[in-house]
């Protein structure tokens, strides 16, 4: 066959170092385009952005020349810097991620599923609330389990060691 063909569409979610709060209403927009142009530019089809102000979810294709590992390297250096020249100095992404496999036939569910990340986290579409109705963490065990990832509880989240000395007092 001189060609190879895929149809590899991934669910993909990460979080800003620590969970902190930082992806802010004013960079939303322009951090979801800055996403979909690099995964675009990556060779991914780009089916779904959403997230709230902590963590991204990304529905996407994968290109048969690139790792999603390469992928998402490239995607979350270049967003960090992106967000930094924004004027939030203090942005990074998470060293992990999570990708799952969805099959393309039922990806309708999973796209809304993205899309409507407020309305999941907040219980509103319309923007942040007071009260989080459903935090990342929370959201996280549920994919891990939804998709039969097993994992050790004690490697899910990194703690913040400022925070942590905190705690210590």
């Not at 902590?54 to 996407?60: G, I, Q, S």
């Not at 796209?111 to 309305?119: A, G, H, I, W």
């Given at each position: 066959m001189p060609q190879s063909y895929t149809r590899i569409i991934v669910h993909t979610t990460f979080s800003t170092k620590y969970r902190k709060p930082w992806i802010l209403p004013r960079w939303e927009q322009g951090l979801y385009q800055f996403l979909d142009a690099r995964l675009r530019a990556a060779g991914c089809r780009v089916y779904g952005i959403g997230g709230v102000l902590?963590?991204?979810?990304?529905?996407?294709s994968l290109p048969t020349t690139r790792s999603i590992a390469k992928v998402l390297e490239a995607i979350k250096t270049e967003s960090s810097h992106w967000m930094k020249k924004q004027g939030c100095s203090v942005f990074y992404w998470q060293n992990g991620y999570a990708s799952f496999s969805v099959d393309y036939r039922n990806m309708e569910g999973i796209?809304?599923?993205?899309?409507?990340?407020?309305?999941h986290h907040y219980g509103s579409m319309e923007g942040y609330a007071e009260v989080v109705k459903l935090s990342f963490e929370q959201e996280f065990r549920r994919l891990l389990d939804a998709y039969g990832v097993e994992y050790e509880e004690r490697w899910l989240f990194e703690t913040d060691p400022a925070e942590a000395a905190g705690n210590l007092e």
């Open positions: 902590d963590h991204v979810h990304l529905l996407h796209q809304r599923y993205v899309e409507r990340q407020k309305l």
